[in-house]
């Protein structure tokens, strides 16, 4: 359980921060205690919890959806009626509603044509500019096509503020809830209020836009909101407003992250880059700036492997929270009700037992499917990642574009990695990036 209060705080961030040996948390805890059945009784961020560990356990968390009900820290930033908040049949209906519109084949032809003109622009200003700091540049091109496919916003000042806002609210999930001028949390509200500002002016916007020419937008904010319930009642245009914020929120980081490592592993892996290049020569086009479509990424399997791994390794979101809504019983063991249950999805990629060499980058690993249970990079359950095929999609014609064009490599090989807010190389991947 650790120290009286902070509990085992403090050994996370021994391990996460100082050490940066990430995983030697959990397996601090397997040499201690055993195995078991992959439940540890902790004290850590805040609360009594139960830390869960492997793949049988943390499915049991996952999937027992009315036993566990999630908790964010400061839920209002992102969004009181948002999906990632909402529960029962409100999440049901939202939920289904925000798959349709941005994870399925269809939905993905449309965000393969939107996204595919930024990207293919984004290398080429890469190539002329030499030398680039691959987390920022990834981060620009993804919020830049966030912008585009969810509300039809177009790259100038306005999306430089809102960029400006989403760095200044996302600290606020992290920071102590002290809201008073100075503090983290107190600007991560403001950030908020004027997200909620901007968001609400584009919806009006819109609905001018359809009085005066009714039609489909086609964007994902004008899909929300024209969903319904069962008794023909509409999203307010508060829940609108909230559900696009946390959609940005929870797409923005995760996706550039993802980006940032592909270019990271592939600087480190001449022959996987060799066999992604060849595959892509084959299927590549002369016409129409060599876009690509759904079609041609379905045959794109050497690719899809590479992409797999990296979203593994990227660990983007090592853990997730959830409380028991009552006493559970899991193995022999008792989950208290109104504890927090501390899903650490990392561990599970990470384990030996899992994955052979696990730190190591090998696409071919993919050759044949994971052990059942053991990829929970997107959660699991009913609150599964919404955007998991949105992200798979990006970094497939990244890699696809890259490949064919462009040579780069790591400015500091020997750079560490820190491993909070998220893993990263501790200069953001800089590189340097030119055309073949
Ligand atoms: C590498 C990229 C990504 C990773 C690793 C990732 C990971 C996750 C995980 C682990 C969850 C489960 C949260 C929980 O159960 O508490 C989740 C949920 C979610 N993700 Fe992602 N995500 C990624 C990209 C995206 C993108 C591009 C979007 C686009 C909007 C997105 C939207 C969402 C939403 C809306 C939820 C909440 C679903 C719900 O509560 O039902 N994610 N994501």
């Not at 032809?109 to 990834?138: D, H």
């Not at 290049?277 to 016409?287: D, G, L």
């Amino acid at each position: 359980m650790g120290l009286p209060f902070i509990g085992e705080t403090l050994t996370f961030l021994w391990y996460f921060k100082i050490l940066r040996r990430p995983d030697d948390f959990i397996k601090s805890k397997k040499q201690k205690y055993g195995e078991g059945v992959g439940l540890y009784r902790s004290h850590i961020f805040g609360y009594p919890s139960i830390i869960t560990c492997l793949p049988e356990s943390n499915k049991f968390v996952l999937q027992s959806a009315s036993d566990f009900h999630i908790r964010w820290p400061a839920p209002e930033l992102f969004g009181l009626t948002s999906l990632v908040n909402v529960e029962g049949k409100k999440h049901t209906r939202l939920k289904s509603y925000v798959v349709n519109a941005i994870n399925h084949p269809k939905a993905l032809r449309r965000v393969a044509q939107i996204v595919q003109p930024r990207i293919v622009s984004s290398l080429r200003s890469w190539a002329n500019k030499g030398k680039i700091n691959g987390l920022l540049e990834s981060k620009k091109m993804t919020f830049e096509n966030i912008c585009m496919m969810f509300a039809s916003m177009e790259p100038g000042p306005l999306l430089d503020e809102i960029d400006k806002c989403f760095a200044g609210l996302v600290p606020g999930f992290r920071a102590y809830p002290l809201d008073f001028p100075g503090t983290a949390f107190h600007h991560a509200r403001r950030c908020r209020w004027r997200l909620n500002a901007v968001f609400r002016e584009e919806l009006e916007k819109k609905k001018q836009q359809k009085e005066s020419s009714p039609g489909e937008i086609g964007d994902l904010m004008d899909g929300l909101m024209q969903i319904k319930d069962e008794g023909g009642k509409q999203l307010t245009d508060d829940e609108v407003v909230d559900n696009i914020v946390s959609f940005v929120i929870a797409g923005y980081s995760s996706t550039s992250y993802a980006l940032m490592w592909a270019l990271y592993h592939l600087s480190n892996s001449p022959e996987v880059l060799r066999k992604l290049r060849e595959e892509n020569t084959a299927i590549s086009k002369e016409e129409k700036d060599g876009f690509i479509t759904m079609d041609d990424i379905s045959q794109l399997k050497y690719t899809a492997k590479v992409v797999e791994e990296t979203i593994r390794m990227a660990n983007v979101a090592p853990t997730l929270f959830r409380v028991a809504n009552r006493d559970i019983e899991y193995g022999g063991y008792t989950i208290p009700k109104g504890w927090q249950v501390v899903i650490w999805l990392r561990h599970i990629h990470t384990d030996p037992k899992n994955y052979d060499h696990p730190l190591s980058f090998i696409p071919e690993r993919w050759d044949k499917p994971a052990k059942p249970g053991t990829f929970q990079v997107f959660g699991g359950g009913h609150r599964i990642c919404a955007g998991n095929m949105l992200v798979r999609v990006q970094l497939t014609i990244l890699l696809h574009h890259l490949s064919l064009g462009y040579k780069w490599g790591l400015t500091n090989p020997g750079a560490k990695i820190k491993y909070l807010p998220h893993p990263c190389p501790e200069d953001e991947a800089a590189l340097s990036f030119s055309t073949l």
